[in-house]
């Protein structure tokens, strides 16, 4: 993995040079763990295993290279795996709309399955595979390969992936980096938190048995917890775009940012209504949602929303959605907020987190306008059965998988038996 994440800016550049086919592997425009890591790993398989490549495969991380200092758990976990930031390459150091005119373009798109924006949609016709754990938005016809399915973490279908590859592809540093991924992702593997599946914890399994120099997941887990919610020294500014995604129809841009502190203690930070409103005039936006996240020693969420907008009306109409939701229900509790045009909440379903959240304040802003392209839907998506709280039929069977091993893997957990144990 090293030696082809150094190497990629080398092999983008002979290939345009040489007028080649260029086939990028990109997670979404959040740009966090999963993405990265899922973009970095199945790249690095297709350059692998692919016959005779004739492409280029570059995984390629969907933001400027100067937000990559505020992804704080991504940065912590290539420098400890030892690959260099210097060799990745950002969505503003390749021209993808240009490489798509001139005929080179091939897009994999991990971790989501809609480009974002206007500005995007011509590269929807390079798109050739969809990896992704989210609920289908849109459907893909053929030729595009699409793989979604309702896991915790994108990079258990990318462990998949790699494992019904040819042996002895998976290399120590891609599994460490898959193996803490999915630790993060799916909460240490704590069902209390809604997010794992099965098949998360069999690819764990697997990779630690593999590896079996891999660290300790609690010290995995730990190590990357404390570095995602490290805001020491951070901006309002820095923590809002730390983890921003973006909603919008005809009449509204509405952010939405993931906010690693309480939501307390951020809403006490001096001067927070000026810069709420300076964020949302340089960017556009109509209006804001923060979701806080904080954990128990038992790794437990915590989870408390604030909604500001300058427009009351569009602030009624988010705070009305997501009280009323039903699908599923937030269980929202009123808190005082000392800023006008901000209202804040405490949310009794903990595990309800932004992938559920998001069609709520999606369908919303349908109903205040005409939809204007795949990020504005105005229905929502099914929220996926993977939570140990929303009925989720945990106990069946899992889903069949390739190779063999996961299966029985699978089994033995479930019957409680020790990895290495007699069939």
């Known amino acids: 993995m090293e030696r082809f994440v150094a190497g990629n800016r080398a092999a983008l550049q002979d290939h345009i040079q040489q007028h080649q086919e260029i086939h990028v592997v990109m997670g979404n425009e959040a740009c966090d763990l999963d993405s990265t890591v899922s973009a970095l790993a199945l790249a690095y398989f297709l350059a692998q295993t692919s016959p005779a490549p004739k492409a280029a495969f570059v995984p390629v991380l969907n933001i400027p290279r100067a937000d990559f200092a505020l992804r704080t758990e991504t940065t912590f976990l290539l420098r400890e795996r030892g ?5 990745l390459v ?4 390749i021209d993808l709309a240009g490489l798509h005119r001139a005929g080179l373009l091939s897009l994999t798109l991990v971790d989501h399955h809609v480009l974002p924006g206007s500005a995007d949609a011509a590269l ?85 048995e593999r590896f079996p120099e891999l660290p300790a ?51 006490l930070r001096p001067g927070l209504l000026q810069e709420l409103e300076a964020f949302c005039q340089a960017r556009g936006y109509a209006g804001l949602v923060a979701m806080t996240v904080s954990f128990n020693e038992r790794h437990e969420p915590t ?25 599923p229900s937030l269980q929202l509790r009123p808190l005082p907020s000392p800023w006008p045009r901000v209202a804040a909440y405490a949310q ?12 709520i304040l999606r369908a919303a802003l349908g109903g205040l306008g005409a939809a204007g392209g795949p990020e504005e839907e105005v229905v929502p998506p099914p929220t996926p059965m993977n939570s140990l709280v929303e009925e989720c039929p945990l106990a069946q069977a899992v889903p069949p998988l390739c190779p063999q091993d996961v299966l029985e893997r699978v089994s033995r957990i479930a019957a409680g038996q020790p990895p290495g144990s007699p069939k």
Do not use: W
């Open 348 to 359: 009794g379903n903990a595990v309800a987190a932004r992938k559920k959240v998001l069609p």
């Open 124 to 208: 929807e016709e390079a798109v050739v595979e969809v990896l992704d754990h989210r609920p289908l938005e849109r459907d893909r016809g053929p030729p595009c390969q699409v793989t979604v399915e309702p896991v915790g973490s994108c990079a258990t279908l990318v462990t998949e992936r790699i494992l019904q590859g040819p042996p002895g592809v998976l290399d120590r540093t891609t599994a460490a980096l898959l193996h803490g991924t999915i630790l993060l992702d799916c909460i240490n593997l704590s069902p209390a938190a809604g997010k794992v599946t099965p098949r998360d914890v069999a690819c764990v399994a697997l990779l630690e």
């Open 83 to 87: 690959v260099p930031a210097a060799a």
């Open 217 to 267: 997941r609690d010290a995995v887990f730990g190590a990357l917890q404390a570095a995602k919610f490290d805001v020491t020294g951070l901006t309002t500014e820095q923590m809002l775009r730390k983890d921003l995604k973006v909603l919008s129809n005809d009449e509204a841009v509405v952010g939405i940012s993931g906010v690693f502190e309480d939501l307390e203690t951020f809403l």
């Open 303 to 327: 989870r408390k929303l604030a909604v500001y907008s300058a427009q009351e009306p569009l602030r009624s109409t988010l705070c009305r959605a997501l009280e009323e939701a039903t699908s």
């Open 90 to 93: 950002f969505r503003d150091e």
